[in-house]
């Protein structure tokens, strides 16, 4: 029989499974083609519809639970997270075999110095749609980019680039749950920690 491929991911400790997670978590900010760069993100709509859309991970803080995205504040998940703030952010790493379930209470935020500090950090190139004037999900008589037509073609200065603020806005999710499974060719593992006010509670569960 072959021997089996060593594991990426710690099988039989949980303290070693939730540091190898957010190791990766914080890896996954910095890196643009880690597959937990861009996870699903999920809310609830007015009418109970689940709506699941893929979001670029802009941070993570370990110490605090908390997960940070980018968003325009007129988007449809704003409205939805106004009246239901929790959400729900899915990873999957393929090559690991490593699934993430994070949920939690989120937040959407337009002013105050973690939006200034965010928005201070993106390129032009990534404020630009921000600077769209009609709000995303608008109805368009055909097809159409959004954005004004004199960047359509090309990245806005940083001057031209200050038009979007105003639309910018930061969603924070403070986690109060962190499901992993992890499929291994020896056995899967899943296990969860549940947050409280004492921190992470972990416990082992059947795949
Ligand atoms: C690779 C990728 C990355 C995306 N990143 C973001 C993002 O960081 N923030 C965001 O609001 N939308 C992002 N989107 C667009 C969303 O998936 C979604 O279409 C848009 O936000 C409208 O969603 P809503 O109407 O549910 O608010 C991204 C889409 C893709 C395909």
């Known amino acids: 029989m072959a021997a089996a491929p060593p594991s990426l991911f710690p099988l039989d400790d949980l303290a070693e499974a939730q540091a190898a997670l957010w190791a990766r978590l914080a890896r996954a900010v910095r890196d643009r083609r880690s597959p937990w760069h ?12 689940p709506k699941a859309r893929v979001m670029v991970l802009r941070a993570v803080d370990q110490v605090r639970g908390c997960f940070r995205l980018h968003t325009d504040r007129r988007a449809g998940k704003v409205a939805e997270l106004a009246a239901t703030p929790r959400a729900a952010l899915l990873f999957y790493d393929a090559g690991a075999r490593l699934q993430l379930r994070v949920e939690g ?4 935020e337009t002013e105050g110095a973690e939006v200034d500090s965010a928005w201070a950090a993106s390129r032009p190139f990534s404020r630009r749609c921000y600077t769209a004037p009609q709000a ?28 979007g603020r105003g639309n910018f806005a930061i969603l924070l999710l403070e986690a109060e749950r962190l499901e992993f499974l992890h499929l291994a060719f020896t056995g899967h593992r899943r296990g969860v920690f549940l947050r409280d006010e004492t921190g992470w509670e972990g416990r082992w569960l059947i795949p």
């Open 38 to 49: 861009t996870p699903a993100v999920a809310t609830v709509a007015a009418d109970g519809v």
């Open 136 to 163: 995303p999900g608008t109805e368009s008589p055909g097809p159409a980019s959004g954005l004004p037509p004199h960047l359509e073609t090309r990245e806005p200065t940083l001057a031209e680039s200050e038009a």
């Open 105 to 108: 209470r989120a937040r959407i």
